[in-house]
């Protein structure tokens, strides 16, 4: 994964087009990266998968998740769903389904990540990027309409990026800085890639064990203590047996757990 990020060009998925923006409500359609994603997954569909995925988006006029997976949508291309999760209000085109109209998962349905999808209390850890509103900004003296909503875009996003964390969702969530970079930068040298890679890598080595005891910990505190590694939980409160959490962390911190 860290070698094809690195040497994928994200420019080739702009296609910007003022036609694109005044009649289908995104500047770029969409169909160069889903025809990539395709290739690369060899035109799997979910029922061809080995492990199940869920790929979550929102419809815009109801604002409740659309969930695609193998029980759902067995027959769908993966990189159908995930263009319907990408649909970034006005850098994308809108795509219906059905009769949804999809954008990106995560802006009105973030609490849809959190559910239990593996069903068996296995814990659920989200990533967010977080970028510096002041950072690497243009200072080019005209704009030209693309490039204006490009900013505007980038504004939406990273406020995006650094809204408030509900306090139930604290303990499983892994805040991880970008020094900067938007999500809609196209232009990523090589080296600034490699460079964000490593920054998530070693914010995860370090944070992950330290959230996952946290979360344990509050999980414990809500629960009766019947059996210490596994336990009939309250309504809410995931099950899961300890040794399964172990095979989550690093083996240097293993002894951190109870």
Same mark, same amino acid.
Request: with cysteine.
């Given at each position: ?38 290739? /690369? ?53 809108? /795509? ?31 990533? /967010? ?5 002041? $950072? ?25 990026? /650094? ?87 690093? $083996? ?7």
């Amino acid at each position: 994964m860290k070698d094809l990020a690195s040497g994928v060009d994200f420019r080739q998925f702009r296609d910007f087009s003022l036609y694109q923006l005044f009649f289908h409500g995104g500047l770029s359609s969409g169909d160069g990266f889903e025809r990539w994603m395709d290739e /690369r997954l060899e035109g799997a569909c979910f029922e061809d998968l080995r492990l199940d995925l869920h790929v979550i988006a929102t419809d815009v006029r109801t604002g409740a998740p659309v969930i695609f997976d193998r029980a759902s949508h067995p027959r769908m291309p993966v990189s159908q769903s995930i263009r319907y999760s990408i649909g970034i209000p006005l850098l994308f085109a809108y /795509r219906e389904h059905d009769h949804d109209l999809m954008i990106d998962g995560s802006i009105l349905s973030e609490d849809a990540l959190r559910r239990d999808w593996a069903k068996d209390g296995t814990p659920i850890c989200c990533f /967010r990027l977080r970028a510096n509103p002041d $950072a690497g900004q243009s200072r080019a003296r005209r704009w030209l309409l693309p490039d204006y909503l490009q900013l505007l875009m980038r504004a939406f996003m990273t406020s995006l990026s /650094r809204e408030f964390i509900q306090d139930a969702f604290w303990n499983s969530t892994i805040v991880i800085e970008t020094n900067g970079v938007s999500p809609l930068e196209f232009r990523l040298t090589p080296e600034t890639k490699l460079k964000l890679f490593q920054q998530g890598y070693d914010t995860t080595l370090k944070i992950f064990p330290i959230k996952i005891h946290s979360f344990l910990q509050n999980a414990d505190s809500e629960r009766p203590a019947i059996h210490p590694a596994l336990g009939p939980a309250k309504a809410g409160v995931p099950r899961w047996p300890a040794s399964r959490v172990r095979r989550l962390q690093p $083996a240097s911190r293993r002894q951190a757990l109870p």
